[in-house]
């Protein structure tokens, strides 16, 4: 086997590992209490972007955006396949567990896939026509400036995941987080997946306002999983 071709298995494998699902703009919005206003002129990193919607219209109301994650290696064509799959599975799976949701935002499973799959839609048809909007890379290291963006958005992946994640894991990814940004990170949510605030938070929270860092637990106007509903908000000080 060349070696293009024991890569090119490699990646397939992790491919498989990967889930390709994301949120709507909407969501975003409502899930890191922005405003249009807000949002407009400035230059901003959705990590890991996964297959969200974000990006994309924040480029309508005048957002300079990007989005970076491990998934984005993989060629668009593959990761819709892979995506539509991805929802079709979860749906399967929300079936059991419906009532740690809440449902007031999409009614029911059928809508809430319908949302996923305008997420990707939009997502995968943005990737098409900017590539270069969609960077690969693989946390906790990313292939920015120092403080290139005004503003990066994390959502469910710290905090979300810390059953897999280790508290080292989560400080050197924060850190890389806040080296590619000039102002403020804002992180979604900051519960796990049992809904439970993250067990290391506040040991977390020390680290980061000694190295100057104004952090405050923020209320969104966001709750799908019950909980989950609080963005852990860090600003640099000047």
Not at 93 to 99: A, G, I, N, R, S
Not at 107 to 132: Q, W, Y
Request: aromatic share 10%.
């Amino acid at each position: 086997m060349s070696k293009d071709e024991q890569k090119s298995r490699a990646a397939g494998l992790e491919l498989a590992q990967i889930i390709f699902i994301g949120r709507t703009f909407e969501e975003y919005m409502k899930m890191f209490n922005l405003t249009e206003e807000e949002i407009k002129g400035k230059s901003i990193l959705d990590c890991p972007g996964g297959a969200c919607s974000f990006s994309s219209h924040a480029r309508e109301y005048g957002a300079d955006s990007m989005a970076a994650d491990i998934a984005y290696e993989h060629e668009v064509d593959q990761l819709e396949v892979k995506g539509l799959q991805d929802i079709e599975h979860t749906m399967n799976q929300m079936e059991q567990v419906q009532d740690k949701y809440r449902w007031d935002d999409f009614g029911s499973i059928h809508g809430l896939k319908e949302e996923r799959k305008r997420a990707i839609t939009d997502c995968v048809a943005d990737m098409r026509r900017f590539p270069n909007r969609y960077v690969a890379s693989v946390l906790p290291e990313l292939p920015f400036a120092d403080e290139q963006f005004d503003l990066t958005l994390s959502a469910h992946f710290l905090f979300t995941y810390a059953d897999r994640l280790d508290a080292d894991f989560h400080l050197k990814t924060i850190l890389e987080l806040l080296r590619v940004t000039k102002r403020e990170l804002r992180i979604f949510p900051t519960a796990d997946l049992s809904g439970k605030r993250y067990e290391h938070m506040d040991e977390l929270k020390a680290i980061l306002e000694e190295r100057g860092c104004i952090i405050s637990e923020e209320k969104s106007s966001y709750e799908f999983q019950r909980g989950a509903h609080t963005m852990l908000r860090m600003v640099k000080s000047r």
